[in-house]
């Protein structure tokens, strides 16, 4: 008995009827909606409904800016658009969405999402869509951060590259979920997540889901971590560990600086002294080409500070903070245990640093006073990923760029993400990748391109189609 299958989709109410039509009797039968006609990647992004969401999650980015105490974001305000996107299809309203809004902190959600596969039929995760963004000062942008503005391809505003884009690109992938009902063999789960952009404050967002057992079920199947760039897979990242060195030595007037202790001179040839002992200890690692690593361990300076005073004024301390990324293959807690034995090398013998000039000197014998340095370390620090590169997960994904692109060309590098090294560690398949744009990853004038979140839908139904067949 010959049939053929045609289908009217009504966009608007989301509301999908198949309906064969049989040869032999010519009577139409309605199909439940759960049954969909064609493979999932087959869909393509709904860019009016994307840009519409990116707009309302970038209209939000100014109470969404992470660096306490002076920024502390309220990541409910982008939570309430994603909501919005999905509750239509939930199981509340009759859809086949299971959502959960998730707060450890008031104003400071997370969002769980499930589209059900069969029972038993195995699970998979994109998880890390991250609903904070990292400052910005509209003094120094061209177009205003807060608020989307489109130019062609380009899509404007704080967040749109790292990580808003990615919020609604996942909010869309699962309102397509919701709206067509594809019958799939795996469950497939969405996790957005408060908290990404400052690992000083914990008890948010990712660490706590995982602390209390929420994202144990993900674990049988490969876990998409969603925060990268550039559109290809991010094989791997660095550790960071922050740090902070301050050189203490005597307040002088600047005329007479053979009487004074410089700390700033100080500190400035301790830290010099200390990444020449980094390189050292920590070089290029063999593993790093096989991951195409852009870069090596580092140690740098970021920021450098004193108490104040006059210019005439040799302060009596000054400090620098900066940070070491580290690639996966060394042990973070093996870099802090150098670091430390550095300045304690340092402050047993300090004539060993250079000085500078004829007056500088980091010892006054006569006063009996010397220079002195102290490192301290920021609470929070995180390891660095490498990913399993023979698992299932990393094959889909390869396999999944390839139709998409053309190709599949991974790329590592030391920015780090939270948490995805603990997840690895208890077995969880981590993969991760991005679309947004890594050259303007925390900068100013951050954008991202349509196209390459039309490309990423892609790819991502394409992942959720090869886990079904």
């Known amino acids: 008995l010959q049939t053929t299958l045609k289908a009217d989709w009504d966009i608007g109410f989301g509301l999908q009827t198949a309906i064969y039509f049989c040869t032999a009797a010519h009577l139409p039968y309605s199909l439940p909606c759960s049954i969909i006609i064609m493979s999932l990647k087959d869909s393509s992004l709904d860019e009016e409904k994307f840009v519409a969401l990116l707009g309302k999650l970038v209209g939000e980015a100014k109470h969404l800016q992470n660096n306490p105490p002076e920024n502390i974001p309220v990541e409910d ?9 999905l509750q239509p299809y939930s199981e509340e309203n009759g859809g086949p969405l299971r959502i959960q809004h998730v707060s450890y902190v008031e104003g400071r959600g997370n969002i769980i999402v499930e589209y059900p596969g069969e029972p038993g039929g195995g699970i998979m995760s994109f998880v890390g869509a991250h609903m904070d963004v990292v400052t910005a000062n509209p003094e120094t942008w061209s177009w205003d951060p807060f608020s989307l503005s489109v130019e062609g391809d380009q899509l404007r505003g704080r967040g749109t590259t790292d990580c808003l884009g990615h919020v609604a690109l996942l909010a869309e992938l699962f309102r397509t979920l919701g709206q067509t009902r594809p019958k799939l063999k795996r469950t497939v789960v969405g996790v957005w997540i408060a908290n990404e952009e400052n690992s000083k404050i914990l008890g948010i967002g990712v660490d706590e889901l995982v602390k209390r057992g929420l994202l144990k ?62 390189y050292r200890d920590f070089p290029p690692h063999p593993d790093e080409a096989k991951y195409s690593f852009a870069t090596p361990s580092t140690m740098k300076p970021t920021q450098l500070s004193y108490p104040g005073g006059s210019i005439n004024q040799i302060p009596g301390e000054a400090t620098i903070c900066g940070d070491c990324r580290i690639t996966p293959f060394y042990d973070i807690k093996q870099v802090m245990s150098k670091l430390q034995s550095y300045v304690e090398d340092l402050n047993s013998n300090l ?15 006569e006063e009996d006073l010397r220079g002195r340095l102290e490192l301290k370390f920021f609470d929070s620090y995180s390891p660095g990923l490498a990913c399993n590169l023979d698992s299932e997960g990393y094959h889909a994904m390869c396999s999944a760029f390839t139709q998409v692109y053309g190709q599949c060309k991974p790329f590592a590098i030391t920015g780090s993400l939270p948490c995805i090294k603990e997840l690895q560690d208890e077995g969880f398949d981590v993969q991760t990748l991005g679309f947004g744009k890594l050259s303007t990853y925390h900068a100013v004038n951050e954008y991202a391109l349509l196209s390459d979140f039309k490309k990423g839908f892609q790819v991502l139904t394409t992942l959720v189609d090869q886990f079904n067949k």
């Open 77 to 85: 305000r982008a939570a309430r658009h994603v909501l919005d996107v």
């Open 217 to 278: 079920h993900l674990l049988p199947g490969p876990l998409y971590w969603i925060d990268t760039a550039d559109s290809q897979p991010c094989i791997g990242t660095g550790g960071v560990l922050a740090w902070q060195l301050t050189a203490y030595g005597k307040m002088f007037h600047s005329g007479l600086p053979h009487k004074s202790v410089n700390p700033v001179e100080l500190v400035m040839e301790a830290l010099s002294d200390m990444q020449a002992r980094f």
């Open 351 to 365: 004539k060993q640093l250079p000085t500078r000039g004829p007056c500088s000197k980091y010892e006054l014998p």
